[in-house]
């Protein structure tokens, strides 16, 4: 494989130099600032052999790097080796940005090349800002993959499908009205909807063109009086396009959006300069006023109604009941019959897929056992799984989607004996989830002001972790959605009720094991007092915590009521659903400590 990458970044430093520039830089996603992608767009993959879900490349004439987070360290070292390309480290102190990289290898009067519709209008900005000063020039080319990537996949053709208002909770013109207030606000007259779960929830549609994300390829501009969806013709069968259109929605084909918004003028347009790719920006800059903003979508997207978060809760009993199905399998199979990690992804997807309304898994399953726990985003694939043996502790953090919602859970249980060591950290872990849990506060905090709470047991005795500790769950869509997140970096969006969040803090010793314990919890209305109006949270999950693993002695008398109470309502939840031979295992999970 890395003779193969070799022979790629080759090909593209031949259309480089055929086209004149100097670098290429690789943004790693799509039109649509995609997480997970169609294959069409899988090009960092493509040219560096990583198949994490984030980062980004670049190539010059002599050198090539990525960039990439902490969850994907250990993973992109590992996958690079031979490659020739660098692996560089971002979201840590120190970090050198691609745009500062770049400045320090080329010379004044060189250019770099981008694929503008793969470029967020903020980070084409940044990329300017820090080049300019340097006398190196931004240029924009054609997508350079189309030239060296043979076979290249299409955009998919899958048909998309309406989600019923019943789950949905909201009717199509009901969003509608709803984002037009918010614009109004603004002045603006219309939004530009350009990421793809965005346009599945303003249109109560899903569709399979994503691997884990049950959305479709198109564009949207939505305003009080114009609804304009852009998808290609076929992903519509003619009964939805009828009563698309029957709603007011108009249909274009996906390939005119660009043409579109050139011929738009006159008009006050609101757009996400973080979303929005810069090819749609620059369309419609000459003839337009532009507001810029987070997403008026994303954030009614991300405050869930009461609809969603009812579907929300039977999802999470789903979940746990495939669960705790899957614990009784991992206790009766370890150490009595050979498995490996691999296998144990598997069979979390299998113990989902009997329960009525799933849809498929969230994201890959992520199985670490032992030392491979520390890899934090690890993905192993069918050739390589590993021996799991009734020793030491497993971390498995999966998820599904369901009709009724989007589940994303991670536990840490014992196989066998563990360190006492192991035991205080898995302790301090758990007590940064309750802490967090257990959070009062003001409306409009945001989430770097709650972040702190789920790691202080952990800072206390010198240890951190480098990921960030909640981001938002789409209802029966993407398993990552913001636009708020609870992290140290600061984000500008405030937590709000109907957010749908992750809580998973986390500890991990490299080369020995891996923490981590996550619930998934919902932000709702707390107290009105004297001094303001204050929000809390509500745990969804339900899946019993493996108390074997707690050092008690670091617990006070509020953790163990929560965690006691925690367990106490698992039970009540998912014993009824549960065939009478998990019942037993489930009290033994749930005691009291």
């Known amino acids: 494989m890395k003779d193969i990458i070799q022979q790629r970044i080759a090909a593209l430093r031949a259309e480089m130099s055929r086209i004149g520039i100097d670098a290429w830089y690789i943004s790693g996603t799509d039109p649509h600032s ?32 990525l960039w990439t987070d902490s969850r994907y360290f250990l993973q992109a070292a590992d996958e690079l080796k031979g490659s020739g390309i660098e692996m560089m480290k971002l979201r840590v102190p120190d970090a050198v940005s691609p745009q500062v990289w770049l400045t320090q290898n080329l010379k004044a009067g060189s250019n770099v ?37 043979e076979d290249r996949p299409a955009i998919p053709t899958d048909k998309a499908f309406e989600l019923d208002v019943q789950y949905a909770g909201l009717s199509r013109k009901e969003k509608q009205q709803a984002v037009a207030v918010e614009l109004a ?91 929005l790719n810069y090819s749609a920006c620059s369309a419609l800059i000459e003839q337009n006023e532009i507001v810029e903003g987070t997403s008026k979508v994303a954030i009614l997207k991300g405050q869930k ?114 360190s006492d060591q192991f035991k205080t950290d898995f302790t301090l872990v758990l ?7 257990m959070a009062k506060f003001p409306y409009g905090t945001k989430g770097c002001h709650l972040d702190i709470l789920a790691r202080q047991a952990l800072w206390e005795n010198g240890m951190n972790y480098g990921h960030g500790t909640g981001h938002g769950v789409g209802h029966f869509l993407n398993v990552h959605e913001g636009p708020m997140a609870i992290r140290q970096e600061y984000n500008e969006n405030p937590i709000l009720p109907g957010n749908v969040m992750s809580n998973e803090p986390a500890f991990y010793r490299e080369g020995l094991y891996g923490i981590r314990s996550e619930n998934m919890m919902v932000c709702v209305e707390g107290e009105v007092t004297d001094y303001g109006r204050f929000l809390k949270f509500e745990t969804l999950t339900l899946c019993p915590i493996d108390t074997s693993l707690i050092n008690l002695a670091l617990l006070n008398e509020r953790e163990k009521n929560w965690l006691n109470k925690y367990h106490k309502q698992v039970n009540t939840a998912l014993k009824p659903l549960l065939d009478i031979q998990y019942h037993d295992f489930l009290d033994k999970l749930t005691e009291e400590i």
């Open 431 to 437: 007590k940064g989830m309750i802490g967090l849990t």
């Open 34 to 65: 995609s997480e997970y992608l169609p294959q069409r767009w899988e090009t960092r993959e493509f040219i560096s052999g990583f198949t994490g879900s984030y980062g980004l490349v670049v190539v010059t004439k002599e050198k090539a790097a």
């Open 113 to 149: 090349g981008i694929d503008a519709k793969t470029v967020t209008v903020a980070e084409f900005r940044n990329l300017q800002r820090t080049l300019v000063k340097q006398n190196i020039e931004l240029v924009e080319t054609p997508d350079l993959f189309d030239a060296i990537w």
């Open 185 to 275: 606000k603004t002045g603006a007259d219309l939004q530009v909807v350009s990421m793809l779960d965005e346009l599945a929830w303003l249109y109560n549609l899903r569709g399979s063109d994503v691997p884990y994300n049950p959305v479709f390829t198109g564009f949207g501009i939505i305003g009080a009086t114009e609804s304009t969806l852009f998808v290609d013709a076929g992903k519509i069968d003619p009964a939805l396009k009828s009563k698309l259109e029957t709603e007011g929605v108009q249909l274009k084909a996906y390939t005119e959006f660009y043409t579109y918004l050139s011929e738009i003028s006159g008009k006050k347009i609101f757009i996400d300069s973080g979303s």
């Open 305 to 418: 109604n009461s609809i969603e978060i009812e579907g929300f809760r039977k999802a999470m009993v789903k979940d746990g009941v495939a669960l705790v199905e899957f614990l009784y399998w991992l206790k009766e199979t370890i150490g009595k019959k050979p498995v490996s990690d691999y296998e144990i992804g598997a069979k979390l997807a299998e113990f989902r897929s009997k329960q009525a309304g799933f849809k498929g898994e969230s994201f890959p399953p992520i199985v670490g056992y032992k030392s491979r726990g520390a890899i934090v985003h690890l993905h192993i694939g069918a050739n390589d799984g590993l021996p799991v043996e009734a020793d030491g502790a497993l971390l498995f953090d999966s998820g599904g989607q369901y009709i009724d919602g989007t589940t994303d859970i991670t536990r840490t249980v014992a196989l066998g004996a563990v």
